[in-house]
């Protein structure tokens, strides 16, 4: 076997492939497009959107997405980040698995419009489903601001413990703020039925 076929199963072994499409009972995932930023700025200018984010600034407008969209929409990037759509494609939110540090961090948001109706939870367990199909040895870390109970309870619904506790920027409130680290072994995933 020669240097380069080593170095092919080495890659496939620790990379999830290409961002999937996914279907869930209410909600198609899809990569994202270019043509998502004006939806992106509309629910990321949203300073009860951003203020729970850390690295989203505020104001926020379409450039601002066009900048963050142009590598994720690429296909260039490891990173899944899922747009999420309605059936009708109309984009609400997004959900992002990306490799940093080692390790496969977990982010999402959703525009305020949709909130609590059970939508984020129907994302993210697809989107873990998924992707311990194609990584099924892989941790996930994830965490939220303290003050971000709803989120809190969406990864505890989904089987995340908590494992730490820091402070940490954010870049819309201007300021540190305390935050909880959290993680997921595969094991423990679970995907709780819609009330
Ligand atoms: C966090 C967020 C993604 C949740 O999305 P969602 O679709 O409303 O979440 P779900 O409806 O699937 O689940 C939310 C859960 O939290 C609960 N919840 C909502 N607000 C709450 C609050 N203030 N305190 C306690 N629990 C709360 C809901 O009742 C629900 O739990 P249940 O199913 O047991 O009733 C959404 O609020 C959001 O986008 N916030 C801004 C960005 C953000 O916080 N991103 C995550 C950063 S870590």
Redesign the pocket.
């Known amino acids: 076997m020669n240097a380069a076929v080593l170095q092919k199963t080495d890659t496939t072994a620790t990379m999830p492939g290409p961002c999937p499409v996914i279907t869930t009972e209410r909600l198609v995932l899809r990569p994202h497009r270019i043509t998502d930023a004006t939806a992106i700025a509309e629910?990321l200018g949203d300073f009860?959107?951003?203020?729970?984010?850390?690295r989203v600034p505020q104001p926020y407008d379409r450039q601002d997405a066009l900048d963050w969209l142009v590598p994720h929409a690429s296909g260039i990037l490891p990173d899944w980040t899922l747009a999420i759509t309605t059936g009708d494609d109309t984009h609400i939110?997004a959900v992002c698995l990306e490799p940093r540090r080692g390790q496969w961090r977990l982010?999402?948001?959703?525009?305020?419009l949709?909130?609590?109706?059970?939508?984020?939870?129907?994302?993210?367990a697809g989107t873990l489903e998924r992707f311990f199909r194609r990584m099924p040895e892989a941790q996930v870390f994830?965490?939220?601001?303290a003050d971000?109970?709803?989120?809190?309870?969406?990864?505890k619904?989904l089987g995340f413990t908590i494992v730490d506790a820091n402070q940490l920027f954010s870049i819309s409130r201007n300021r540190m703020v305390p935050h909880i680290e959290t993680m997921l072994l595969p094991e423990d995933f679970r995907r709780?039925a819609r009330?």
Do not use: C, I
């Not at 009860?48 to 850390?54: A, P, Q, Y």
């Not at 949709?114 to 993210?124: I, S």
């Open positions: 629910s009860k959107v951003s203020r729970m984010l850390s939110g982010g999402y948001w959703l525009n305020r949709y909130w609590d109706r059970g939508y984020m939870t129907e994302a993210v994830s965490g939220a601001f971000n109970l709803a989120s809190l309870n969406v990864q619904k709780p009330p």
